[in-house]
């Protein structure tokens, strides 16, 4: 069974991989849309610098035959970040673009930025425990972040702050439910071991009935 460390470590992957992606998604389509992206990944200038950055994506957004006319669905985090840094127009943050943002900057750009730290830290790095207060941490950063984008969408929506609070509370009753079936076994044992005590405990008695 996992320790609740390594959960933690899962906890903030599957909010990378599913509201962090479909939030970055939704960015991306809202200064860009699907049917139009081509057009920018043909200019010549802009070509040049997205292979270099998404070079493992070329098939992908070059494809042999005709132009990109996929999903965004399909891009995940490291290429939504190339794309949406280098085709939307977003200003870049305070200490610019590829680099650790500010604290105190709640730019669009800078929390692009850190959900990509994230996601390169625990996709690529050596990281697979976190204990509770460095999970209290990482967590209020993809919030923040998530809660800082969405306010810069249309309608303000919370949807992806819902969805990653989700995955949060569904691990807790999960853990929860761990918890209860763990104690349910451990009674269950006692009761076992308190039958066959009970049972040994009765031959006895019969014995010493038998020899008096």
């Known amino acids: 069974m996992a320790t609740k460390e390594v959960r933690n470590v ?12 479909r ?5 991306l389509r809202y200064y860009v849309h699907e049917k139009d992206i081509y057009k920018l990944l043909n200019d010549p200038a802009k070509k040049r610098v997205i292979i270099r950055f ?3 994506k070329k098939r992908i957004l070059y494809p042999k035959n005709g132009v990109f006319s996929g999903s965004y669905a399909d891009f995940d985090i490291g290429l939504l970040y190339v794309l949406i840094r280098n085709l939307t127009g977003i200003p870049k943050h305070k200490a610019g673009w590829g680099k650790k943002p500010k604290i105190t900057d709640n730019s669009t750009a800078a929390n692009v930025e850190r ?3 994230l996601r390169n830290k625990y996709s690529h790095g050596p990281t697979i425990q ?7 941490k990482e967590w209020q950063k993809i919030i923040t ?3 800082e984008i969405e306010k810069t969408l249309p309608g303000k929506k919370t949807i992806y702050e819902h969805e990653a609070n989700n995955i949060l509370q569904d691990s807790k009753t999960q853990e929860e439910l761990g918890e209860n079936v763990k104690q349910c076994q ?8 308190q039958k066959h005590t009970f049972i040994q405990n009765s031959h006895h008695d019969e014995l010493f009935v038998l020899v008096c």
């Open 130 to 136: 976190l204990s509770d207060k460095d999970f209290g």
């Open 115 to 117: 959900i990509r730290l």
């Open 23 to 27: 939030l970055l998604q939704e960015v």
């Open 186 to 193: 451990g009674n269950f044992f006692m009761l076992d071991k």
């Open 54 to 56: 998404a070079r493992k």
């Open 10 to 21: 899962e906890i903030v992957k599957r909010a990378l991989d599913k509201p962090c992606t």
């Open 145 to 147: 972040s998530i809660q």
